[in-house]
């Protein structure tokens, strides 16, 4: 695969060789999945938080992209390899998609809902998420 594009520019030479297909693949996913999708659609995301009330919820357009992720195979990019859900990236490749990301600020926040504030643990290599009482295997959390 071509490591020249844009997606690939701020890489360092000893990073790019240390970079599997797939996260080569996903690196340029990310890149234009944040070209194409978030930054045509900041003024959009930014007068949908500017609405009375609206700073601190989750946007209609934020909803929207977080199913076109899904869609593009862009979704729990964090998540390590002994995780069913993961999309099998090293911390370094993963580090550059979430470089690519940080591009539009709120880009990282296209990802499961809830994250942050639902801990993650593991058991028998499966994710599994505790809330409210209730336990969902990976089977059933995305």
Not at 67 to 94: C, I, V
Not at 125 to 138: A, P
């Amino acid at each position: 695969m071509e490591l020249n594009g844009p997606a690939f520019t701020r890489i360092p030479p000893w990073v790019r060789a240390k970079l599997s297909p797939n996260a080569i693949d996903k690196i340029q996913k990310v890149y234009d999945f944040v070209e194409e999708e978030c930054i045509p659609a900041e003024p959009i995301m930014k007068a949908q938080i500017a609405e009375v009330g609206k700073r601190w919820t989750t946007q209609p357009l934020m909803k929207e992209l977080r199913e076109r992720a899904k869609k593009a195979g862009l979704f729990n990019l964090f998540l390590p390899k002994h995780f069913e859900q993961s999309p099998g990236l090293t911390n370094l490749e993963y580090a550059c998609c979430a470089e690519l990301m940080g591009r539009v600020y709120w880009a990282q926040q296209v990802r499961p809902r809830g994250w942050r504030r639902i801990p993650l643990t593991w058991t028998d290599h499966e994710l599994s998420r505790t809330r409210d009482g209730e336990h969902w295997t990976s089977s059933k959390v995305l």
